[in-house]
């Protein structure tokens, strides 16, 4: 795990206000939950189940799948490293900028590695393609038309797509029947983007049933808390009580790209979710970051450990209107210091 991962406010003495590292949800109420894992408190007493078939079960229902083709993790990052180890040995492409826990699973578990620019473009021998859509941090999304066209192409390689921002993008997505139904491609989700959770860390798959007994057998017991499952469970079944609103998020942000853009200084990657990568055309990102949340207490992800990326980048998370104006008269006061 590398460090400088988001939300890092640790990091600093001054009290972050506005977290813009990190690309969870900024508003969800959690006070139905904290309410409710209030009241369950005694499940911590006991053991929680050694696998978490009761979220799975759920989890099938809600997605009229069988209980077998759903894995419920430790957040979705101990789903890439399940795999990973699932498929210890393979040759492994990544599409690259992208997030490094792909490759470092795979470097744990003795892949070969080849680093994608070109999704269309890899070596033969490949086994697994790692591939997150929406992309962290660039916000990419891939055409889903496209996207099927390879898969069925390729039979031969695994297709691991991280569809952990699905709830932030209005482009076509993989449905989790679809990936199913597919016997070259597992599906990673995460619950922890979507309600705003990072630390319960819940995380599911979905695949056919026998890629999904390979994975599972490499889950130890336990590594799904009881308090993580009560949340899961609750969350699923108030799910409409926590709508979000996508279009007008999307539109903030859109505005928000435009007001960076305006600065004069930056520029802007084009998204389609609510986080965006952004490159200084002077300074570096580090510096930026420092100022902010030294001066603003506003927190953004420096993005120059992403592989292929330099010291000028950074990435965003949307916020309300307010943070977000907030943060560009920042930028633009650190603009005038340096130059």
Not at 119 to 147: A, F, S
Not at 153 to 182: G, K, R
Not at 295 to 316: C, K, Q, T, V, Y
Request: some cysteine; hydrophobic content about 40%.
């Amino acid at each position: 795990m590398i460090n400088g991962h988001g939300d890092d406010s640790f990091s600093y003495e001054r009290e972050i206000v506005s977290n813009f590292s990190s690309n969870t949800y900024y508003g969800i109420d959690l006070s139905g939950l904290k309410t409710y894992l209030f009241h369950r408190l005694g499940v911590i007493s006991s053991y929680p189940e050694p696998e978490p078939r009761s979220l799975e079960a759920l989890l099938a229902k809600i997605y009229d799948l069988q209980a077998d083709e759903v894995c419920v993790t430790n957040g979705a990052t101990e789903a890439i490293y399940l795999i990973a180890q699932a498929f210890s040995g393979c040759r492994s492409g990544i599409r690259m900028p992208t997030f490094s826990e792909y490759a470092d699973a795979c470097r744990m578990h003795s892949h070969r590695i080849s680093s994608l620019y070109e999704l269309e473009q890899w070596d033969d021998t490949l086994q697994l393609i790692w591939l997150c859509n929406p992309n962290n941090p660039t916000g990419e999304v891939h055409n889903k038309e496209k996207l099927s066209k390879l898969i069925l192409q390729h039979p031969q390689v695994c297709f691991v797509i991280d569809q952990s921002y699905e709830d932030f993008t209005l482009q076509p997505l993989f449905t989790a029947a679809e990936a199913v139904a597919f016997p070259n491609v597992i599906l990673l989700h995460s619950m922890t983007k979507r309600f705003s959770i990072p630390g319960l860390r819940l995380g599911y798959i979905t695949a056919s049933a026998d890629f999904l007994a390979n994975i599972k057998a490499q889950r130890m017991p336990w590594s799904v808390n009881a308090l993580a499952i009560e949340a899961g469970s609750y969350l699923l079944q108030h799910d409409t009580e926590h709508a979000m609103d996508i279009s007008a998020y999307l539109t903030e942000t859109a505005r928000l790209a435009t007001a960076l853009s305006s600065l004069g200084c930056l520029d802007v990657w084009p998204t389609h979710t609510h986080y965006m990568l952004v490159r200084l055309r002077i300074g570096k990102a580090a510096a930026l970051k420092d100022y902010l949340a030294n001066e603003h207490g506003i927190l953004i992800r420096d993005a120059s450990n992403f592989e292929g990326l330099n010291d000028g980048f950074f990435r965003i998370a949307a916020q309300t209107p307010e943070e977000n104006d907030a943060l560009v008269r920042a930028i633009e006061q650190w603009f005038a210091v340096i130059v």
